[in-house]
């Protein structure tokens, strides 16, 4: 009788060649509102200049949503190539159009679904009338976002690292070195400088704010609003600031 042998789950584990995980990377989204070639160009190489550090081989998704002309004869592959050579790197497409997510296609870009359309309002039957009753106060539940317990780091975050706090606010008792990345669906409060890039209500919850006792970061950003330091420099450069969302305005005042 064969003698049987137990597996080494150490062994089995390592012939596994790949897993599939979730994760959570911030995309700029690039808002293309009409395209002309020389004039598109000109533009995305002047914003270059002003912010060299964002333009390396940055992610981005191409959105039409809001594209005014006709979608269907956009030379989208022109289009990526310039985003190309001003290092953007395309990596999706956000739009309904059928011709033009099949050029998305054929350029290996993937298709991301398009932003919720408002319903109209829909006329209501009129209603009988009834006898009156007695007006009970009601408490609304906000439908927006359910916050979870803050997370608390005591330690510096070291370039390279990405922190993030899923569902709540992310509490920093240290700095944010360059190249570091934090990330929260709620708040962000950094008790040290602030020199790497720091993104608030990533799942677009506008009313997120950022907080930090020295601002010297590359890149803030709430809701996918951002700025970069070339535009941070101008005011508040290495100041106890707070960062946050107007009308899809991004605004850095005194933290007082």
């Known amino acids: 009788m064969p003698l049987l042998k137990s597996v080494d789950s150490k062994s089995s584990a390592a012939s596994v060649a790949f897993r599939l995980k979730g994760g959570l990377f911030p995309l700029t989204l690039l808002e293309i509102a009409h395209y002309n070639c020389a004039e598109f160009e000109q533009q995305l190489q002047s914003k270059a200049a002003e912010a060299p550090v964002f333009f390396q081989q940055t992610p981005v998704v191409l959105s039409f949503e809001e594209f005014n002309g006709d979608i269907g004869a956009l030379p989208l592959s022109e289009l990526v190539a310039i985003c190309k050579s001003h290092g953007l790197l395309p990596v999706a497409l956000r739009n309904s159009n059928t011709a033009l997510q099949a050029q998305a296609k054929l350029l290996d870009l993937a298709i991301m679904p398009v932003g919720r359309v408002k319903a109209a309002p829909e006329e209501q039957a009129p209603v009988?009338?009834?006898?009156?009753?007695?007006?009970?106060?009601?408490?609304?539940?906000?439908?927006?976002?359910?916050?979870?317990?803050?997370?608390?780091?005591?330690?510096?975050?070291?370039?390279?690292?990405?922190?993030?706090?899923?569902?709540?606010?992310?509490i920093i008792m240290a700095s944010v070195s360059a190249g570091a990345e934090v990330l929260a669906d709620g708040n962000i409060h950094i008790y040290g400088a602030l020199r790497g890039r720091a993104l608030a209500g990533v799942r677009g919850d506008t009313s997120a704010r950022i907080f930090c006792q020295s601002l010297e970061a590359e890149l803030v950003s709430i809701a996918g609003n951002f700025k970069v330091d070339e535009d941070l420099r101008n005011n508040h450069w290495k100041a106890a600031v707070q960062a946050s969302l107007d009308e899809q305005t991004l605004y850095i005042t005194p933290l007082v």
Request: aromatic share 4%.
């Open 128 to 170: 009988a009338e009834e006898a009156p009753q007695t007006a009970v106060p009601v408490t609304e539940q906000p439908a927006e976002f359910s916050h979870s317990p803050s997370r608390i780091v005591t330690t510096p975050i070291r370039s390279g690292q990405q922190v993030y706090a899923p569902g709540g606010d992310l």
